[in-house]
C-alpha cells in the first residue's frame, strides 16, 4: 500500500511550515533555540496544521521518541484512560529532561478527565509537558487554558492552500495542465480550508499521473477514503 501523502508530505521543520503569523513562528523558533516549551493549546478548523506543529517542535526539539506519547481523544478521553496510560507515561523519569504528551482533539475528553489532567499537569510539572490540539477552544476548562500558552491555528489564505497542494501533485509527477489546475480548484472548492482532507482526496483520486475530476461524492465531501 502506498504511504499517505498527509505523511509524506507532512512539515517536519520551521522552515517547510506555512505559518500564518509572524508572531506564531517567532514564539516557536525561540522555543526551539532555548530547547524549551511551556504546556500548549493548540486550537482551530480541522487540517490546519495543529498536530503538524506539535509533531515539528518535537522534532527539532530532538525529543527520544521513548520520551514521546501521542493520544488521540476522539478514541481515548475518560477518566480510566487518563490515569492508567497517561499518568502511568508521565510518571515514570524521562531520557530527556522531560516526558512530552500530545493529545489531539483534547476538546473530546470529558469534563472529569479534563479536571484529572490540570491536577497532573501541576504534579508533574518538573518532568512533563502537555501539548493539546483541540478545533473548539470553548469546549475546554479554564483551569486547563489558564495552565498553558494558548495559540490559535488559523487557516492557510486560498492561494497559500493551492500552492501547497500544488507542490505536492507535482512531486507525485502531476503536470499543471491548464485542465489539471481546473480540476484541482474543484478539489480545493470541496475541502477548503482542510489541508488534511483535500491532500487526501487528490491522493484517492491520482493514478498513474493523473488527476481524475472528482465525482458528485468527493465533491459534497461524502468520500470514504
Not at 516557536?28 to 482551530?44: A, F, M, N, R, T
Not at 482533539?105 to 512533563?128: C, K, P
Not at 480540476?183 to 489541508?195: E, R
Request: aromatic share 10%; glycine share 4%; proline share 3%.
Amino acid at each position: 500500500m502506498r504511504e499517505l501523502w498527509t505523511e509524506v508530505y507532512r512539515p517536519k521543520t520551521v522552515d517547510e511550515y506555512v505559518f500564518t503569523n509572524t508572531s506564531t513562528r517567532e514564539q516557536v523558533e525561540d522555543w526551539i533555540k532555548q530547547k524549551s516549551i511551556p504546556h500548549l493549546l493548540l486550537y482551530g478548523p480541522a487540517g490546519t496544521g495543529k498536530t503538524t506543529l506539535a509533531k515539528v517542535l518535537i522534532n527539532q526539539l530532538e525529543i527520544d521518541n521513548f520520551d514521546v506519547l501521542h493520544v488521540n481523544a476522539s478514541r481515548d478521553n475518560g477518566v480510566d484512560f487518563l490515569k492508567s496510560k497517561i499518568e502511568g507515561f508521565v510518571s515514570t523519569m524521562p531520557f530527556g529532561e522531560f516526558r512530552y504528551v500530545i493529545i489531539d482533539e483534547f476538546d473530546g475528553f470529558t469534563h472529569d478527565a479534563q479536571a484529572g489532567l490540570r491536577s497532573m499537569m501541576e504534579e508533574y510539572s518538573n518532568i512533563a509537558r502537555f501539548i493539546l490540539t483541540a478545533n473548539y477552544a470553548h469546549k475546554i476548562i479554564p483551569a486547563i487554558k489558564s495552565r498553558c500558552q494558548t495559540f490559535e491555528i488559523q487557516s492557510l489564505d486560498r492561494a497559500q492552500y493551492m500552492e501547497r497542494i500544488a507542490k505536492i501533485l507535482m512531486q507525485e509527477g502531476i503536470d499543471l495542465t491548464e485542465e489539471n489546475l481546473e480540476i484541482l480548484d474543484d478539489y480545493v472548492s470541496a475541502a477548503y480550508p482542510d489541508l488534511r482532507k483535500c491532500i487526501n482526496l487528490l491522493q484517492q483520486n491520482c493514478t498513474n499521473n493523473t488527476l481524475k475530476r472528482p465525482d458528485n461524492s468527493t465533491a459534497t465531501g461524502t468520500s470514504t477514503y
